[in-house]
């Protein structure tokens, strides 16, 4: 179904991440279509959308886990084909919707294990805590005996822990007390401190146009807007559709 377009070489020196032309399917469901978009170095991108927009199938496939038709570079580089941990040891991390922490075992042993090692794993760790103090407390802790605004957390912290280049991060405030969410809002400007690139897939308009350099909204696997988030306030759609009139 693939092609396998050789890498166009479109990607500036300020291009982490570049979609041109995606299609993607399941079947006869058609999830993506024609989609482009560009992630700047140091900027969060954000792609919100309603539930079954698209938003998860655009994640996996820029992190290898879905097939697609166009062209996703990295740095300059196709992705087309390639195995998902040869794409994570170049520095491009994932944190999926689902969270996959390991329920058992303490956050600790999650940040340790859970994660692709790159650099140097101590010192990682200590600058992890740093960012989330609320698991430095809890280092002892089970995952499953965390609130969910925890292990959102702990998901995030983890992916961190692979020392990201450009981290993508699906849905962090899906099912969250609003109150909670000011907790992923601090991982999130910490994790720009750190000089990270951000792509942020989200549900939550107002948490992405907060967060976000650059928003797209995607529907029914078509981008229908794209701007600043002080360009897609003031559009009538997006205000009526998204942020209640
Ligand atoms: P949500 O916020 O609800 O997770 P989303 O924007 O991430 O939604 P996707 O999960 O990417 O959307 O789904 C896009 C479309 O693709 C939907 O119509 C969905 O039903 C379909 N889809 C996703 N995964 C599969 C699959 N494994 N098999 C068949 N169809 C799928």
Redesign the pocket.
Known sequence: MSTDPQSSSTATRDTVLSVSDVNVS?GK?Q?LRDVSLSVGEGEVTSVI?P???????LANAISGFKSFDGVIEYRGSSVHGRPPESIVESGLIHCT?SRNLFGFMTVDDNLELGSYQRGDVAERKSLVYELFPRLDERRNQRANTMSGGEQQMLAIARALMSDPDLLILD?PTLGLAPIILEDISDGIDAIQSEGVTVLLCE?NVTFAMDHADEIHLLENGEIVRSGSPAMLRDDDYIRESYLGG
Do not use: F, I
Request: net charge negative.
């Open positions: 399941y469901v999830a959308g539930n079954g927009a698209g938003k998860s199938t919707e849905e549900q």
